[in-house]
C-alpha cells in the first residue's frame, strides 16, 4: 500500500481509515436529520445549518462535515491520475490537497441539484436553498481549479515564441511573468484588503430566503486562494529553473488515455 503512496506513506492507511469513519459518522447524523425533519417541527433544517449558535447538533455536523472532505482530500491527493504531473514544487502537496476537495465539490454540486430536481418535480417541494448553495460551492470549486491549473502547468500559454527563445530566454521570459503575477497579487490584496476583511467579520449575507454569508466568505477566499496561486507560481518557476528545454506541438494536447477509453466504450457497445 505504501509502495502507491505519493506523499502520505505510513499515514496513508491511518488517513484512510480517519476518511472512512468521518464519512460513516456524517451519513448516519444526516439520516437522523432527515428523519427528524419528518417527525418533529422543531426539525432542524438547512436554515440552521448556517447559523449553529445554540445548536450543538447542527456544529457537530459541520466539524463532521469538515474533517470528512478533509481526510478525504488528503486521502486522495496521495495518487496521482494518469494524465497528472508528478510533484516536484515545495508547494505542490497542498495544492494536490486542494485540488480533491475542488474534485469532491463538484460532485456535492451534483448531489444539490438532484436533490432540488427530485423535489421539485417529483414531490412539488422546490428548496429555497439549493440554487444559492450551488453557487456557493461553484465559487469555491472556480477559484481552487485555478491553483490546480497552476500546479499542473495546464492554464493557457502560448507558446509560439517561447519555444524558439535560447533557455536563459526562456527563463527570463518565466521570471518575468512571475514577477507580473506577484504584482497583481500584491495589488488585488491591497485593494481588496479592507472590504474583504469588513464583509467577513460582519459575515455579510446573500439577502435571500435562506441568506447564506456568500460575500462574507467568498471576498476573503478569493484573496486567500490568488495568493496561493502565486505561490504555487513562485514553486513552479524554482521547481522548472534547472529542467531542460521543452518543445510543444498540438500533439500536446491529445490525452491518449482518454482515447483509448473512448475505443474500448466503443468496442464494447457493438
Known amino acids: 500500500m505504501q509502495n502507491n503512496s505519493l506523499w502520505l506513506g505510513s499515514m496513508r492507511r491511518p488517513i484512510k481509515l480517519a476518511m472512512i ?8 447524523l444526516f439520516v437522523w436529520l432527515a428523519i427528524n425533519t419528518i417527525i418533529s417541527e422543531d426539525a432542524i433544517g438547512m436554515h440552521e445549518m448556517i447559523r449553529p449558535a445554540g445548536r450543538p447538533v447542527v456544529t457537530v455536523m459541520l466539524f463532521l462535515i469538515i474533517a470528512t472532505l478533509l481526510s478525504a482530500s488528503l486521502y486522495l491527493s496521495d495518487t496521482k491520475g494518469v494524465i497528472e504531473q508528478e510533484p516536484s514544487g515545495f ?30 418535480y417529483v414531490f412539488s417541494r422546490p428548496t429555497l436553498w439549493a440554487n444559492e448553495l450551488s453557487l456557493w460551492i461553484a465559487s469555491f470549486v ?42 497583481f497579487t500584491l495589488a488585488l490584496v491591497w485593494g481588496g484588503y479592507n472590504d474583504a476583511l469588513r464583509r467577513f467579520l460582519r459575515m455579510e449575507t446573500f439577502g435571500t430566503a435562506w441568506d447564506p454569508p456568500i460575500p462574507g466568505t ?30 510543444h506541438s498540438a500533439a500536446d494536447d491529445i490525452d491518449e488515455v482518454e482515447i483509448e477509453n473512448i475505443r474500448r466504450t466503443l468496442e464494447g457497445d457493438k
Open 91 to 120: 508547494f505542490d502537496i497542498i495544492s494536490l490537497v486542494c485540488s480533491r476537495l475542488a474534485m469532491i465539490a463538484v460532485g456535492l454540486i451534483v448531489l444539490v441539484m438532484f436533490f432540488e430536481v427530485v423535489s421539485r
Open 218 to 247: 467568498v471576498k476573503p477566499a478569493i484573496l486567500f486562494i490568488i495568493v496561493l496561486v502565486t505561490i504555487q507560481a513562485v514553486s513552479n518557476l524554482i521547481a522548472d529553473w534547472n529542467k531542460a528545454p521543452e518543445h
Open 21 to 28: 469513519g468521518f464519512s460513516a459518522l456524517t451519513a448516519l
Open 142 to 183: 472556480f477559484l481552487l481549479a485555478g491553483q490546480y491549473a497552476m500546479q499542473q502547468r495546464s492554464h493557457i500559454r502560448i507558446y509560439v515564441v517561447y519555444d524558439i527563445m535560447p533557455r536563459w530566454m526562456q527563463k527570463t521570459a518565466d521570471v518575468i511573468s512571475v514577477g507580473l503575477i506577484c504584482t
